[in-house]
């Protein structure tokens, strides 16, 4: 077999106790690195670091697929629960996710599909500060479907959020009074005589 050193040099072909043998004497591994070339290609490395730096490096790989989140929503949906709804989208979006919003048409609800392209438009008026479309709601059998994908972090304008930085409310020393604020005691009660 072919042997090359730690240091990566050729040592020629050598016989395969030998090529041990020199392995042991250095206190490393003898490894097969080409067992299909002829003769096999061995290389002596310490084989337990070799398996680190190659899992080290499969795993620091960053991960270029964003996560998709899906909000659903009904052609009849009520303002409390559109808004809540968006504001989950706005967070995902947030975060950099792209977000799948379907509205899904049931029973009769297919004869009015202007109702549910209505809720889809807004939804995506509603989160235009956030992410941008990446093409049309389209109907697809029973759903109508759109994609956004989320803006950079820098161009992202939050509408339901609000942002940690931003100042909070402070009633203080110098804020008008308000006469709710303010209660007074309640009167002591007369006791009553009798019983």
Same mark, same amino acid.
């Given at each position: 077999m072919r042997c090359i050193s730690p240091e990566g040099k050729q040592l020629g072909i050598l016989d395969t106790q030998k090529a041990i043998a020199l392995a042991l004497e250095?206190?490393? $591994?003898?490894?097969e690195v080409a067992p299909n070339a002829t003769p096999p290609v061995c290389r002596i490395m310490d084989f337990g670091k070799y398996v680190y730096e190659e899992? @080290? @490096? !499969?795993?620091?790989?960053?991960? !270029?697929?964003? @996560? &998709? #989140?899906?909000i659903e929503f009904s052609a009849r949906i009520a303002d409390g629960d559109f808004?809540?709804? &968006?504001?989950?989208a706005e967070e995902f979006l947030?975060?950099?996710?792209k977000v799948k919003l379907r509205l899904k048409f049931r029973g009769r609800e297919m004869a009015h599909t202007e109702i549910g392209f209505a809720v889809m438009?807004?939804?995506v008026g509603e989160l235009v500060g956030?992410?941008? +479309? $990446?093409a049309d709601p389209k109907l697809i059998?029973?759903? &109508?479907?759109?994609?956004?994908? +989320?803006?950079? +972090?820098? @161009?992202r304008k939050p509408k339901f959020k609000v942002q940690a930085d931003s100042p909070a409310v402070d009633d203080g020393p110098d804020s008008p009074v308000d006469e709710h604020d303010e209660q007074e005691p309640p009167a002591a009660s #007369? +006791? !009553?005589a009798g019983a």
């Open positions: 250095v206190g490393l $591994d003898l490894v899992q @080290k @490096k !499969t795993s620091h790989v960053k991960s !270029t697929a964003s @996560k &998709i #989140k899906e808004f809540t709804k &968006i504001r989950h947030g975060h950099g996710n438009t807004r939804g956030m992410g941008h +479309p $990446d059998g029973r759903n &109508i479907h759109v994609m956004l994908t +989320p803006l950079a +972090p820098n @161009k #007369k +006791p !009553t």
